[in-house]
C-alpha cells in the first residue's frame, strides 16, 4: 500500500470515529430519557411483581419482601383472574373478526360501491374513532337501557320485547362488542381502503376479460393483494382487544356476576385495592400473553404472504 493510500485510509478512519461520537453526542439525550422515564420504571415494576409491595409499603419501600413466583402463581389460581381471561378471549375471538369484516366491507364499498357523498360517508364512518371512548360508552349504555334505550323501544315498535342488555350475563358481553366494532371499524376501513387502492386494476380488467366473476376477482386478486395490510390490521386489532378497559368500566363495571370484567379492569382493581405487587405481576402476564399471541399471529399469516 502506497503512503497516499495509507493516508487516505486514515482520514476516513478518523472520519468514521468522529461520525461515530457526534452521533454517540445525539442521541445522548433521548438514551438518558429512555433509562430514566421508561427502562428504569419497566425493571422496577418486573422487581415489584417478584415481591409483596403493598400500599402501605410506599412509605417503606425497603421492607417488602421477595416471593418469588407466588404472585404468578397465585394469579393463575386466581378464579376471578381465569373468569377475566376467558372473558378477554371471548372478546377477541369474536370482536376482532367482527370488526375487520365490518371494516373491509365498508372499505370496499366506498373504493367501488359508493361514488357519491364519498367523502361524507369516510368521515362519518370514522367519527367514532376520533370521538372519546368514554363518551362513546355512555351514550351506549343509555342507548342500550332496559326499559328507555333507543334500542329497545325500536324493538317495541315491532311487538319485541328487548332484554336488559348490559343487566343479563348471555347479553352483556356481545353487547359490548358490537359498540367496540361498531367504534374502531373506521380505523382498519382506512387502510383497507388505502390497501385497495393500491390493487393494480390491470390485474381486474383481465380476470374480467378471462370469465371470472366480480367475487372470484375478490378472492383470488384483491384478497391475496391485501395480505400485508390485513396482516397489520389484524396486529393492532388484537393488540387493541386484548387490553380492552374502558368498555366494561363505563358500562358495566364488570357485571353483571364478572361476565363482562377483562384482564386488564381486573388488574386496575388489584392497583385500586393496593395489592401492587399482585396487580404488576398480572400486568406482565398480559405483556406476555400480547407478546405471544402476536408472534403467533405474525408466523402465521407471515408465512402466506
Given amino acids: 500500500m502506497t503512503q497516499s493510500a495509507t493516508a487516505v485510509s486514515r482520514a476516513s478512519g478518523k472520519g468514521r470515529s468522529r461520525e461515530t461520537r457526534a452521533g454517540w453526542i445525539l442521541a445522548l439525550p433521548f438514551m438518558l430519557l429512555f433509562l430514566v422515564f421508561t427502562a428504569w420504571p419497566l425493571i422496577q415494576s418486573l422487581f415489584m411483581s417478584f415481591t409483596d409491595t403493598k400500599f402501605r409499603d410506599l412509605k417503606h419501600p425497603f421492607a417488602v419482601n421477595i416471593v418469588g413466583l407466588k404472585n404468578y402463581t397465585k394469579a393463575f389460581a386466581d378464579p376471578t383472574f381465569r373468569k377475566a381471561a376467558a372473558n378477554t378471549a371471548y372478546f377477541v375471538l369474536v370482536g376482532m373478526p367482527l370488526t375487520l369484516i365490518i371494516a373491509l366491507a365498508a372499505a370496499v364499498a366506498l373504493d367501488k360501491g359508493i361514488t357519491r357523498f364519498r367523502a361524507f360517508f369516510r368521515l362519518g364512518f370514522y367519527m367514532p374513532v376520533i370521538t372519546s371512548i368514554v363518551a362513546v360508552a355512555?351514550?351506549?349504555?343509555?342507548?342500550?337501557?332496559?326499559?328507555?334505550?333507543?334500542?329497545?323501544?325500536?324493538?317495541?315498535?315491532?311487538?319485541?320485547?328487548?332484554?336488559?342488555?348490559?343487566?343479563?350475563?348471555?347479553?352483556?358481553?356481545?353487547?359490548?362488542?358490537?359498540?367496540?366494532?361498531?367504534?374502531?371499524?373506521?380505523?382498519?376501513?382506512?387502510?383497507?381502503?388505502?390497501?385497495?387502492?393500491?390493487?393494480?386494476?390491470?390485474?381486474?380488467?383481465?380476470?374480467a376479460i378471462d370469465g371470472a366473476s366480480a367475487w372470484q376477482r375478490f378472492t383470488k386478486i384483491t384478497i391475496p393483494m391485501l395480505r400485508p395490510?390485513?396482516?397489520?390490521?389484524?396486529?393492532?386489532?388484537?393488540?387493541?382487544?386484548?387490553?380492552?378497559?374502558?368498555?366494561?368500566?363505563?358500562?358495566?363495571?364488570?357485571?353483571?356476576?364478572?361476565?363482562?370484567?377483562?384482564?386488564?379492569?381486573?388488574?386496575?382493581?388489584?392497583?385500586?385495592?393496593?395489592?401492587?405487587?399482585?396487580?404488576?405481576?398480572?400486568?406482565?402476564?398480559?405483556?406476555?400473553?400480547?407478546?405471544?399471541?402476536?408472534?403467533?399471529?405474525?408466523?402465521?399469516?407471515?408465512?402466506?404472504?
Fill in 138 to 207: 355512555v351514550v351506549w349504555r343509555f342507548l342500550l337501557q332496559p326499559d328507555s334505550g333507543l334500542l329497545n323501544t325500536a324493538l317495541g315498535w315491532f311487538g319485541i320485547d328487548g332484554p336488559n342488555w348490559l343487566g343479563n350475563e348471555k347479553t352483556s358481553m356481545p353487547s359490548l362488542i358490537m359498540m367496540a366494532a361498531w367504534r374502531n371499524f373506521g380505523t382498519a376501513m382506512v387502510i383497507f381502503l388505502a390497501g385497495l387502492q393500491s390493487v393494480p386494476w390491470a390485474l381486474h380488467e383481465a380476470a
Fill in 229 to 305: 395490510t390485513i396482516l397489520f390490521v389484524s396486529v393492532t386489532t388484537l393488540i387493541g382487544y386484548l387490553q380492552f378497559f374502558e368498555e366494561p368500566f363505563v358500562m358495566t363495571n364488570g357485571g353483571p356476576l364478572n361476565s363482562t370484567i377483562s384482564m386488564s379492569m381486573y388488574t386496575y382493581k388489584q392497583f385500586g385495592y393496593g395489592n401492587y405487587g399482585y396487580a404488576t405481576a398480572m400486568s406482565y402476564i398480559i405483556f406476555v400473553i400480547i407478546a405471544v399471541v402476536t408472534a403467533i399471529q405474525f408466523r402465521v399469516m407471515r408465512d402466506n404472504t
